[in-house]
T-cell receptor, first 114, second 114 residues
Framework: DAGVIQSPRHEVTEMGQEVTLRCKPI?????LFWYRQTMMRGLELLIY????????DSGMPEDRFSAKMPNASFSTLKIQPSEPRDSAVYFC????????????FGQGTRLTVV | GQQLNQSPQSMFIQEGEDVSMNCTSSSIFNTWLWYKQDPGEGPVLLIALYKAGELTSNGRLTAQFGITRKDSFLNISASIPSDVGIYFC??????????????FGRGTQLTVWP
């Protein structure tokens, strides 16, 4: 398996624009997580899904953020409208909750909002 | 939410020295994980611990699951320059509404001088 695949790797956008981040989890994994990483706050869990159903979205900072998982092999995180304070690295991770199948992370999307 | 306190925040050591970092939690976890993050990459799993008191090694790395289930430590022996990176602890409660959710520490930035 190629691992968790995120796209794009880098995104630079102007304030107010819509941003869509994409994630393809590892095949067969039933959990998918979206994290945001900043120097100030470290790794923050935004939302996670189990079998395509959102379980906990309490980490989503505002209504400007939304996430979907239309099927087991694809998820999106959307920010609309984007703001400079959204600049961060966004990671997607997938997992099977049993021994030796812990969360595997993608390489992340570095988002810069100017 | 559950808080993880990871220390130290950063370490500067000489090649060949041993390293020790730890993580404490305000609540009980059933799983402790240790990840390493290289610059520009996502966190990569180093060691997974599933049982209180468990001591597990992976090459020069050794990690232990505390018997109180509220703490874990990671040791790196005979450090080498490629050990440089950010090390994260993560815990999972595996119960109720938090099933599947990982809580992360703020990370330990390790620098190894040749």
């Amino acid at each position: 398996d190629a691992g968790v695949i995120q796209s794009p790797r880098h995104e630079v956008t102007e304030m107010g624009q819509e941003v869509t981040l994409r994630c393809k989890p590892i095949s067969g994994h039933d959990y998918l997580f979206w994290y945001r990483q900043t120097m100030m706050r470290g790794l923050e869990l935004l939302i996670y899904f189990n079998n395509n159903v959102p379980i906990d979205d309490s980490g989503m900072p505002e209504d400007r953020f939304s996430a979907k998982m239309p099927n087991a092999s694809f998820s999106t995180l959307k920010i609309q409208p984007s703001e400079p304070r959204d600049s961060a690295v966004y990671f997607c991770a997938s997992s099977l909750i049993r021994a030796d199948t812990e969360a595997f992370f993608g390489q992340g999307t570095r988002l810069t909002v100017v | 939410g559950q808080q993880l306190n990871q220390s130290p925040q950063s370490m500067f050591i000489q090649e060949g020295e041993d390293v020790s970092m730890n993580c404490t939690s305000s609540s009980i976890f059933n799983t402790w994980l240790w990840y390493k993050q290289d610059p520009g990459e996502g966190p990569v799993l180093l060691i997974a611990l599933y049982k209180a008191g468990e001591l597990t090694s992976n090459g020069r790395l050794t990690a232990q699951f505390g018997i109180t289930r509220k703490d874990s430590f990671l040791n790196i022996s005979a450090s080498i320059p490629s050990d440089v990176g950010i090390y994260f602890c993560a815990g999972r409660a595996d119960r109720g509404s938090t099933l599947g959710r990982l809580y992360f520490g703020r990370g330990t930035q390790l620098t190894v001088w040749p």
